[in-house]
């Protein structure tokens, strides 16, 4: 079992950048795939990307490729996601989740969740 904590959003301008952090604590952290998602207000919960616990890689949802860098830092049981080039469509409540086995952007597979944090792009 692990628990998540976000942080790092707020309020940004469009263009801008924000880094999210997810602090991964409890059992064997390492076991667990890591993933972003994201849900704004009256629309589904999407998938941002995902870190495969064995080998780190990375997948991305096409539509955020290039814009959104995720990462892991194994030491300090974290996980990121850089956010650049912001738009007001980002705007969302961002989520990061574990799941113990292979890395995927269906959020429902995942078992752990943490309470998200808001992000708004706004002028």
């Known amino acids: 079992q692990v628990q998540l904590v976000e942080s790092g959003g707020g309020l940004v301008q469009p263009g801008g950048s924000l880094r999210l952090t997810c602090a991964v604590s409890?059992?064997?952290?390492?076991?667990?795939?890591m993933g972003w998602f994201r849900q704004a207000p009256g629309k589904e919960r999407e998938g941002i990307s995902c870190?495969?616990?064995?080998?780190?890689?990375?997948t991305y949802a096409e539509s955020l490729k290039g814009r959104f860098t995720m990462s892991r830092d194994r030491p300090k049981n974290t996980v990121y996601l850089q956010m650049d080039r912001l738009e007001p469509e980002d705007t969302a409540v961002y989520y990061c989740?574990?799941?113990?086995?292979?890395?995927?952007?269906?959020?429902?597979?995942?078992?752990?969740w943490g309470q998200g944090t808001q992000v708004t792009v706004s002028s």
């Open positions: 989740a574990g799941l113990r086995g292979l890395c995927g952007l269906v959020g429902d597979f995942y078992d752990y």
């Open positions: 409890g059992s064997n952290p390492h076991f667990y795939s």
């Open positions: 870190i495969h616990y064995g080998d780190d890689s990375i």
